[in-house]
């Protein structure tokens, strides 16, 4: 299974911005969906953002206009620019990069082995 690798958290003030990056190298030549999921301390994983083989993209309503998923230049690579940050934002966020067509947005259910180890983001107010 594929271990994607998260990069760029870090700790900001509410309003500022962060860019996250992702990468799923075992992947060299077939590139697949992937996703951006979040946890809360106390909380279930959530989704933010996915973004399908095809180049669709779908936002948790709670991000949309602030946040913008995106794919690289190099297979299997993806971004999560996130802009307008705010302290309900604070959370691990943790890529997913399963060989899948399609990563649905609203279950982590057939996930479980395409996690990275996450990388946290605090907005302080």
């Known amino acids: 299974q594929v271990q994607p690798v998260e990069s760029g958290g870090g700790s900001v003030q509410a309003g500022g911005s962060l860019r996250l990056s992702c990468e799923a190298s075992s992947y060299t030549y077939n590139e697949y969906c992937m996703g951006w999921f979040r946890q809360a301390l106390g909380k279930k994983r959530e989704g933010v953002a996915v973004i399908h083989r095809d180049g669709e993209t779908i936002y948790a309503d709670s991000v949309k206009g602030r946040f913008t998923i995106s794919k690289g230049v190099a297979a299997n690579t993806v971004y999560l620019q996130m802009n307008g940050l705010m302290p309900e934002d604070t959370a691990m966020y943790y890529c997913?990069?399963?060989?899948?067509?399609?990563?649905?947005?609203?279950?982590?259910?057939?996930?479980?082995?395409?996690w990275g180890q996450g990388t946290q983001v605090t907005v302080s107010s």
């Open positions: 997913v990069a399963p060989p899948f067509d399609n990563c649905p947005l609203r279950t982590t259910s057939g996930y479980e082995d395409y």
